[in-house]
């Protein structure tokens, strides 16, 4: 299999998110219509209703994410809050499922130090805390998420100039308090990443969860 036939599908919550994997694929290698989408926007609004994962939200997007694997040689799930459902379809999936922030937390993890990650909705701290700590306990590293106050209200209002502003504001005051780097958590974020002035061009999960797609492709697991 050659990488830039790979075909991999994204399921987002989050209709931005089509441009913001498109460009990670383009500088990735990834031939123009091979990165395919769905977008679910009523999965994350409805763990926001809910105030975080329930067995059902788990079990829709579990489905959700069985059905995309016909047809492709790898599955993302780029929301962050509905990370955890990963988890539950693996075994059933026969082509590789990965969340899309594990590649970033294990990358984050490996710089060592003091990482800190940014999250911008609230029902993503849980999901980003376990991953993150997990990734951190197998490098030495120590890891704080923070939670971008407003930043998410900017964003559902359309106004992404400012949602990003917020973010890189976040990360150099993350740096500030003495972070040897910044992960956002978030997709959505990685605009953000440009704007940081204080530190290293933060990480963020796009890119890192495309490359970790397609190695995954790649081997088959």
């Known amino acids: 299999m050659k990488d830039n036939v790979m075909r991999i599908t994204c399921l987002h919550t989050a209709e931005s998110n089509v441009a913001v994997f498109d460009a990670a694929a383009q500088s990735l290698g990834i031939a123009k219509g091979l990165l395919r ?3 679910r926007a009523e999965l994350l609004a409805a763990a926001e209703a809910a105030g975080g994962l329930t067995p059902e939200i788990l079990d829709t997007t579990g489905a959700a994410l069985l059905e995309l694997c ?6 993302i799930l780029t929301c962050s809050t509905l990370g955890p459902a990963v988890a539950t379809v693996e075994e059933a999936a026969g082509v590789p499922v990965l969340r899309v922030d594990s590649a970033l937390a294990e990358r984050a993890a490996s710089v060592g130090g003091k990482v800190i990650a940014l999250c911008a909705v ?3 701290m849980g999901p980003t805390t376990g991953l993150f700590a997990e990734a951190a306990r197998r490098s030495g590293a120590s ?3 923070r ?8 964003f559902k209002a359309g106004d992404q100039d400012g949602y990003l502003a917020a973010i890189a504001n976040a990360a150099d005051t993350a740096y500030d308090d003495g972070a040897s780097i910044v992960a956002l958590a978030q997709a959505s974020m990685a605009g953000a990443a440009e704007l940081v002035k204080k530190g290293p061009k933060p990480m963020s999960s796009p890119t890192a969860g495309l490359a970790a797609a397609m190695e995954s492709a790649r081997r088959g697991i």
């Open 37 to 39: 989408h769905q977008v």
């Open 70 to 75: 016909h047809g492709t040689d790898a599955v």
């Open 122 to 124: 609230e029902t993503t």
């Open 143 to 145: 890891v704080e998420v």
């Open 147 to 154: 939670l971008v106050a407003g930043a998410w209200a900017l």
